[in-house]
């Protein structure tokens, strides 16, 4: 098969069961909802590689928000950023063979970290903080939004990622032998 044409593919599955997960786990909450979606982003990137994960990356949140997950049209930057942090940084430390399981944990552990730092400096410090009061003015932002944010942004993102990449981590193995790569 082409390479291009197995890229679109690919990449369309892993859009398709991304969706499909944010639809079906959207009334169990963030933290199945966010692992699931940490879960193919890491299998974007693994497998898939960079141009996958962070296409995978950045459509997610739109999709998140045009299904009712992504809590303001004002997060969907900063979750684009946070994922593209998370797939970049997995698709640069990660084993490319999968065969050096110290070295995927470390880019687990790193990638889970920077993304969950991230979001949590532009949700909760920008967003929430520097920006609230221009926000607020403009009707942009809610109050209710103003304090749920910040919840939203901190430790659940980091337990997300960690939980998505560790299934990722089980899954990504199992994928290359099938891909025969």
């Given at each position: 098969m082409n390479k291009k044409i197995r890229w679109i593919t690919e990449t369309a599955i892993l859009l398709a069961l991304l969706v499909t997960l944010q639809a079906v786990?959207?009334?169990?909450?963030?933290?199945?909802?966010?692992?699931?979606?940490?879960?193919?982003?890491?299998?974007?990137?693994?497998?898939?590689?960079?141009?996958?994960?962070l296409t995978v990356a950045l459509i997610s949140p739109v999709l998140a928000f045009l299904l009712g997950i992504a809590p303001q049209i004002l997060t969907v930057p900063a979750i684009m950023v946070g994922n593209s942090v998370y797939v970049v940084l997995l698709w640069l430390v990660a084993d490319k063979n999968g065969k050096n399981l110290p070295r995927q944990i470390g880019a687990w552990l790193l990638a889970a970290g920077a993304k969950a730092a991230v979001l949590y400096l532009l949700v909760a410090k920008l967003i929430c903080g520097v920006l609230a009061e221009q926000l607020l003015a403009a009707g942009t932002l809610k109050e209710p939004m103003l304090k749920a944010l910040p919840a939203t942004f901190s430790w659940p993102q980091l337990f997300t990622a960690l939980i998505g990449g560790a299934v990722a981590l089980l899954i990504v193995p199992v994928l290359r032998k099938a891909l025969h790569r």
């Open positions: 786990t959207k009334g169990f909450g963030q933290l199945v909802t966010g692992s699931c979606v940490n879960a193919v982003l890491a299998i974007a990137a693994l497998v898939g590689g960079l141009a996958s994960g």
